[in-house]
């Protein structure tokens, strides 16, 4: 096992009705003055904003907002949000929705203690050393932002959407209420999905080994989502499925899959489906459904053991070699995907053919991406090829 | 699910050497001055002493020490520790041990900062405001108290064993370094195996409804820490085998299974247990591996769907009838404890059958025990009765 150090100190308040407690953790915070920041109107039709409005108001919590956060949130709507905070003083973020509107309050809240342009902590010109308290109150649950320390973000003039890690994005609280995801469209629930369990499977097959316990957990979790996404797609009110379902979205990023792996996984899927948002604004979890199989039929060979074993635990699968039983795991995992009606080939997304090899020199623009496999440039196009 | 609130702080920094970083964290804190706390002799054999007071000296770190914690802790070795900080003004509680040490780490850091005695904590008379810092060395991985808010104490004049839980328990940072456990003696790497196990399964066995990935956590443990505990007396000095099983002790009752459980699971069997601890000074984990099967055989018609589906996820139980997978299940667990060479009966614990008696009265003093079924002192009689 590789060493490392686990550390999540979010405080999670799960269960029914828990938005109303925002109001007092900001208060038993000694915080008066906070910035909402949502994206559409959903956040009305459920009645969330009422929920959470209503309690700052009889706490006596001032605020201002910033909504119209979409979905492969761009730096220029953080640039907005980070103005409003400076210009009225405003003391934490409270971000109202999913990863998009998460992601983007974990970057607005450190550009509000900060001088420069929010844009220099993604490209790497400066280190975030102060940032202001984040509550995120969990509308989607998908990408686990709101119980990890990860933000990704879109340049939409640079073309770029990159990720970022730092312990100050943590939230200080995450309030997650299942009953407010009744309503969630049926297409953004199985995109959630497929993104919560891409989140297992790029730690899950990087190669590490001695780390039963890490495959256990990552088994487990994939095996349940799998089961919940039907579920779901019939019955989108039941509420022990969307409990289920938010915790076990938190499971696959909040770094208990990841303990003992190095470098967190291999998200090398994650960066390949980067370059079709940033460029296309594709669905997150579209590209991840296509790009993932492809991905794993590409390097499946180079750690056979593990994608048998995945097959087995995950699919049952039980043909003689761990090739045909490596492959049977893909092809179900595939199948998977394009039952619940998500993309299966590049196309699919109407991507450009004539694209694939600008969108890979962009994938790979940084450097070989991956761990299992360090894919360039090359590779990259040769696995986007397969999967157009 | 019910609703919970999940919040786990500590950081855990895990690897070979990791004991040296624990003056940095000091230093980084602005800490200057601490207690060590530790048992017996094990800490100057394995070198983990060394290491730590060669990494404080360096730091500048001034530090008392208070040796000779026991298993059960005991109350008067821990007034004898908080004369000790409170006499030389010292700002932190370094415990360099497995559970016992951690554990009175945590009721010394609150009475530290308190005028009355410590055991008003633990007898509920005083409630818990302040509490140093605490730093935790692991040295014996079992009952996860480097990565969790639970101090157990035994009170020797008042013959009483008992649990309290306060967020400020929380050990600030945990350090667990595989590699200084390979001398760990094999009778307590096994008991501490099945204080691990018993864990998982006190929450897993509540009863509680509709929470599909605690429970594929939970089986994921068991079945890693079945696999270890043998590979550990075969192999003492196996990195990737201790790393593993230290890491699934601390997944064991660091908060992950219990989320969603109502009061996180139904610990009647260590309540249990402690009667028998406070009383002949039993080894925990001797008296879990006779009760936990013996409770189980006693509540499991209450339950028998998930009494049959550990069977079938944990031992491959596959008997036609849920009864039969269920007894399965319950016969196979107590015959791998067996298989340990830990005690099968009470009456191997040395116990005196007339005892028994009054043993039930102090398990149930504070009212019935368990959630699953709520036992008075009767049903615990019959259960040791059934145990002997």
Redesign the interface.
Known sequence: ????????????????G?FSQLADELARDGVSRVLLLYGGSSVFKTGVYDQITEALRSRGVAYCECPGVKANPVVSKAREAVDIIKSNGLEAVVAIGGGSVIDSAKGIAAAALYDGDIWDFYARKEKIERALPIYAAVTVSATASEANYTSVMTNEELGKKIGLHCELFFPRVAFID?AAQFTVPERQTISGGIDAICHVLETYFDGA?????QK??A???V??LI??IPILRAHPDD??AR??FA??AV?ALNG?TW??HPGRGDFASHVMGHAFSAKYDSVHGDTLAVLMPAWMRYVHDRDIKTFARFAERVFGANAESEEERANAGINCLSEFFASLGAPVTLRDLGVPEADLPKLAESAAAGGPIGTLVKLDADAVLEIFKSAY
């Open positions: 096992m590789y060493d490392f150090t686990f550390y999540n100190p979010t405080r999670v308040i799960f269960g029914r828990v299942p080994k001695g780390l039963e316990i256990e957990y088994e487990g979790l095996r349940t089961r919940l509420y022990d409990a289920q915790w076990a499971g208990t303990a003992g």
